[in-house]
Every structure is written in structure tokens, then in C-alpha cells.
């Protein structure tokens, strides 16, 4: 793992708690409001993204940066065949790994702690998910081409928009906090995605976040 990578792994080691929350929305009822309120989208690309992974039963999932697992586990109560969710950070990992124990979902979920350039699965997945990931990924054309090579149907992806108030304010608290962020513009991802040989995609505006969905 290289330095860039070891620095991301540390921080969501670290923010592990404060990511799952607006999840689980453990908080005090101002900050659960103040989610509801300027974080909506975050809820809303949970949405389109379940809606545009249909059918979900019998098919297979790859969620890169799967984080504490919400989208995979929910492919996985949904019916999917095989879920693979990967993420760099080991903590992120083990709650994932937990939640599909108690779940009783660990049959059909499982997850690993890669880079998705490292990972090289035997055969490819129906729909590759990328959620709240190409904001920490400073070379998004070479994820964007693997996860064109693993897959066989579509991916689907969430990218944050770069002309936002959010943008400022995310930009100035995580470099604080050691962890960059990268913001799209809209011409930027037609480029990105015609440059990974995705020639059919749709771009929804969602809040403060573009929502993709790209066919190979
Ligand atoms: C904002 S969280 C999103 C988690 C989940 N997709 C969701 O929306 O609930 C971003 C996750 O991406 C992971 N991540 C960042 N860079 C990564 C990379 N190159 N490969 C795999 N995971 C990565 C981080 O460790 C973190 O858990």
C-alpha cells in the first residue's frame, strides 16, 4: 500500500464512528437534524442506488470502499448471489464482517481489505458500486477503467460536485483533519467515463453530488 493510501487507511480507521452515525443516526437530535438537513442527499444516493441495481436477487455485487457495509449487506438481505465488498481500512473491515455475521448474511457477503487496483477476483461481477469513494481517489481514471474490467453489467457511482457550498466546507475540515478530498465537474466526468470505455451512462444531479450509472 502505498503512502497516499496508508494515510487514507489511517484516517477511516479513525472516523469509523463518526461515518457510521449518520447511518445509524446515534446523535444528539440537533446533529441527527443537521444530517437530515445538509446531508439528505447522502440518504438519497441509497436510494437511486438501489433502485438502479435492479434486479438485485440472484446477481453479483462488488462495492468498493464498502465502508461499514451498509450498501452491501443491504444487496445481500435484498437476495444478491455473492457480495464482495472491499476497503482499505482493516476496522471498516471487521464491523462489516460482524454485521454480516449477525445478520446471517456472512454466506453471500463477504469482505476483504484491498486497494482495488491490487484486487484481482476470479471471475466478474454483474454491478461494481462505488458510494461517497472518488472523493478520496486522486487518479479516478484508473479505478474507473478496473472496475470497467470487473464487471459485466454496470457500475455505480456517486461523486461529489465541485461547485458547492459543501465542497468548501469538506475541503477545509478533512484537510485538517489529514484526509484530501476531490471535488467533479460535470464535463470532467464525461471525460473520465468516455475515457474508461463507458459509452452508455446516465448522470443525475442529486443535491450536492453527481449519481451515475454506466454500462459496459
Ligand atoms: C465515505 S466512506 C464510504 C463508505 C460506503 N461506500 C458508504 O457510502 O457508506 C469511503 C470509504 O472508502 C474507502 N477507501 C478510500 N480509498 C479507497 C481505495 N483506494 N480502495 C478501497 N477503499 C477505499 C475508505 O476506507 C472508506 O471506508
Not at 480507521?13 to 446515534?26: G, L, P, T, V
Not at 482495488?116 to 481517489?137: A, R, S
Not at 484530501?180 to 463507458?198: G, P, S, T
Request: with cysteine; charged share 25%; proline share 2%.
Amino acid at each position: 500500500m502505498n503512502q497516499y493510501l496508508n494515510r487514507q487507511k489511517k484516517f477511516w480507521n479513525k472516523e469509523i464512528k463518526n461515518f457510521d452515525a449518520i447511518y445509524s443516526h446515534n446523535k444528539s437530535r440537533l446533529n441527527n437534524w443537521l444530517d437530515a438537513t445538509f446531508r439528505w442527499d447522502m440518504y438519497a444516493r441509497f436510494e437511486y442506488t438501489m433502485k438502479n441495481a435492479i434486479p438485485i436477487q440472484g446477481r453479483s455485487f462488488l462495492d468498493v470502499g464498502c465502508g461499514a457495509g451498509h450498501y452491501s449487506l443491504e444487496f445481500g438481505s435484498q437476495g444478491a448471489q455473492k457480495v464482495i465488498g472491499i476497503d482499505i481500512s482493516e476496522k471498516m473491515i471487521e464491523i462489516c464482517q460482524q454485521r454480516a455475521f449477525e445478520l446471517q448474511l456472512n454466506d453471500r457477503c463477504q469482505f476483504l481489505q484491498t486497494d482495488l487496483l491490487e484486487y484481482q477476483p476470479d471471475t466478474k461481477f454483474d454491478v461494481c458500486i462505488g458510494i461517497g469513494l472518488f472523493d478520496y481517489i486522486p487518479e479516478p481514471l484508473s479505478v474507473l477503467t478496473k472496475m470497467g474490467e470487473v464487471v459485466q453489467d454496470r457500475i455505480i457511482i456517486s461523486l461529489p460536485r465541485f461547485w458547492t457550498w459543501r465542497a468548501l466546507v469538506r475541503k477545509v475540515r478533512l484537510t485538517i483533519k489529514g484526509c484530501d478530498v476531490f471535488f467533479y465537474k460535470k464535463e470532467q466526468i464525461d471525460r473520465l467515463l468516455k475515457q474508461a470505455a463507458f459509452k452508455r451512462y446516465t448522470i443525475e444531479k442529486i443535491g450536492q453530488l453527481y449519481c451515475i450509472t454506466a454500462y459496459v
